[in-house]
């Protein structure tokens, strides 16, 4: 029997060999160890024996107060250990060196603030790659918050180039989120799929995931400037030039679509895009509702899609520029 019932190693010999030999004298059992007259008191005491000649309880009942006590000490040290734990981020956060070039973020809030003001407090320009499994760390902030504002009043308008996998595009949330960094004039890629989530700021700053999907460890790495974080710049640039951009072409779609689509098609798409309904799309355009679903069930036969979001993604790649 494993050590940990608080009775010690004479105490839990004395109760096993009770619980396979039954009722035992307190002179027989002394022949087994000599202290048996001391851990039988222990053992009567925390209820694991009673009588003369000794008898064990039922493990059931005898060892229930020792489980419950135990497992409320570890729910305490679990409680210590996580308050431990911010209290070392929050101190960390206060007192975190500009000059340290890489950051291990472990707190959700303090991961959300530095995105924030990664995405926020940007001057020149902001890149960021948005993948799955989409989980937005803070509301979507508007054009007109204050947040992005600089202290005489004037908007902060950096340059912002975005990667959007794929996937994300079924996601409501992510949606918001793009049609938000379209109304800002950012610079809309689609990429069929991205290594890591990433924000840039300013070429001089970057959040990027310490460990790579899958993992259920979500600490993050904040890199200030130096060679980790130009590798981030690289890394961003490979997958833009290979990434689609997400807008129409202004003479309204590409020649590759000519044969494919018309000018109606490519204005529900781009109102897709923007997140109407399709009620919505059909008084914009100036047609009925079936008129619509129609063109979009014909356009996800052309491309091959299943759903709008492998349409969209299709459409960016094929009939937008």
């Given at each position: 029997?494993?050590?940990?019932?608080?009775?010690?190693?004479?105490?839990?010999?004395?109760?096993?060999?009770?619980?396979?030999?039954?009722?035992?004298?307190?002179?027989?059992?002394?022949?087994?160890?000599?202290?048996?007259?001391?851990?039988?008191?222990?053992?009567?005491?925390?209820?694991?024996?009673?009588?003369?000649?000794?008898?064990?309880?039922?493990?059931?009942?005898?060892?229930?107060?020792?489980?419950?006590?135990?497992?409320?000490?570890?729910?305490?040290?679990?409680?210590?250990?996580?308050?431990?734990?911010?209290?070392?981020?929050?101190?960390?956060?206060?007192?975190?060196?500009?000059?340290?070039?890489?950051?291990?973020?472990?707190?959700?809030?303090?991961?959300?603030?530095?995105?924030?003001?990664l995405s926020l407090s940007a001057h020149r320009e902001v890149l960021q790659f948005i993948t799955r499994p989409f989980v937005?760390?803070?509301?979507?902030?508007?054009?007109?918050?204050?947040?992005?504002?600089?202290?005489?009043?004037?908007?902060?308008?950096?340059?912002?180039?975005?990667?959007?996998?794929?996937?994300?595009?079924?996601?409501?949330?992510?949606?918001?989120?793009?049609?938000?960094?379209?109304?800002?004039?950012?610079?809309?890629?689609?990429?069929?799929?991205?290594?890591?989530?990433?924000?840039?700021?300013?070429?001089?700053?970057?959040?990027?995931?310490?460990?790579?999907?899958?993992?259920?460890?979500?600490?993050t790495l904040f890199i200030r400037g130096g060679v980790l974080t130009e590798c981030m710049i690289v890394m961003f640039e490979?997958?833009?030039?290979?990434?689609?951009?997400?807008?129409?072409?202004?003479?309204?779609?590409?020649?590759?679509?000519?044969?494919?689509?018309?000018?109606?098609?490519?204005?529900?798409?781009?109102?897709?895009?923007?997140?109407?309904?399709?009620?919505?799309?059909?008084?914009?355009?100036?047609?009925?509702?079936?008129?619509?679903?129609?063109?979009?069930?014909?356009?996800?036969?052309?491309?091959?899609?299943?759903?709008?979001?492998?349409?969209?993604?299709?459409?960016?790649?094929?009939?937008?520029?």
């Amino acid at each position: 029997m494993k050590s940990g019932l608080g009775i010690g190693a004479i105490g839990e010999q004395l109760y096993q060999h009770l619980v396979e030999h039954g009722p035992t004298s307190t002179a027989e059992l002394e022949r087994i160890s000599p202290e048996a007259a001391g851990a039988l008191t222990r053992l009567r005491d925390v209820g694991l024996v009673v009588g003369e000649p000794a008898t064990a309880r039922h493990p059931d009942y005898a060892l229930r107060p020792l489980v419950a006590n135990a497992e409320a000490s570890l729910t305490e040290l679990k409680a210590m250990s996580s308050e431990l734990r911010h209290l070392y981020d929050s101190s960390t956060a206060g007192s975190r060196s500009p000059n340290a070039p890489v950051e291990v973020l472990t707190s959700r809030d303090y991961i959300a603030a530095t995105f924030d003001e990664l995405s926020l407090s940007a001057h020149r320009e902001v890149l960021q790659f948005i993948t799955r499994p989409f989980v937005p760390l803070t509301a979507v902030h508007s054009p007109g918050d204050p947040a992005r504002r600089n202290p005489d009043g004037t908007l902060r308008r950096p340059r912002r180039r975005f990667v959007y996998e794929q996937a994300v595009l079924g996601n409501e949330a992510a949606m918001a989120g793009l049609r938000n960094a379209a109304r800002l004039g950012a610079d809309i890629r689609v990429a069929k799929e991205l290594p890591f989530k990433l924000i840039i700021s300013d070429r001089e700053r970057a959040l990027v995931p310490r460990f790579p999907r899958g993992v259920s460890d979500q600490s993050t790495l904040f890199i200030r400037g130096g060679v980790l974080t130009e590798c981030m710049i690289v890394m961003f640039e490979h997958y833009w030039s290979e990434a689609t951009p997400l807008e129409a072409d202004r003479s309204g779609f590409g020649p590759e679509a000519a044969e494919e689509i018309d000018k109606q098609d490519m204005a529900i798409l781009q109102h897709i895009v923007s997140g109407q309904t399709d009620d919505s799309i059909a008084r914009l355009i100036g047609t009925s509702k079936s008129t619509v679903l129609r063109r979009i069930k014909r356009m996800r036969e052309l491309a091959g899609a299943d759903t709008r979001p492998a349409l969209i993604y299709h459409a960016a790649r094929t009939w937008m520029r």
